[in-house]
């Protein structure tokens, strides 16, 4: 009976194996004075219901998710990567394209994927962990927008 108790007990230990999960956000954040308007393009084709405002000294959760694993990936730039460009927008006045890795751009106003700027290269998002355990990781990734991405924009 002993060694019953002892099986059953050894395999319910086992069977009880907690899963890795991560708890992770992606979070725009604007230090400038300008309004910032995000718009993704596939093509010439604008993908409307990924577009985003942000308002002058303000901060957007864009993308929160539970992930199976203990990571914070995706981040919302990983995200980005699908589509071709990226328009930045200041105040419906100055116009800066983020362009995709593999993406021609005929223009010479925009921001490569390999720049330190892109939004869609999700190197460039600063990873912040909150809490962390041995089986869950809670966290964030941040994208500062600064008063020089609104320069280089003009």
Known sequence: ????????FLISLIACEKEEVGHTKSIFVNRTNHTIKLSPYSGNMLEANMLVNLQPYDSLIV?????RGKTL??????LLQPYDSIVVEYDNLARIPHIKFNATYNGTHF???????SISNSNNWEKVIENETS????????????EQDYLEAQ
């Open 63 to 67: 993308f929160s998710d539970n992930v």
């Open 1 to 8: 009976m002993k060694i019953l108790f002892s099986t059953l």
């Open 73 to 78: 990936d995706p981040s919302f730039g990983t």
């Open 135 to 146: 089986h869950s990781i809670t966290g964030y990734y941040k994208y500062i927008f600064t």
């Open 111 to 117: 921001i490569p994927f390999t720049s330190n700027r």
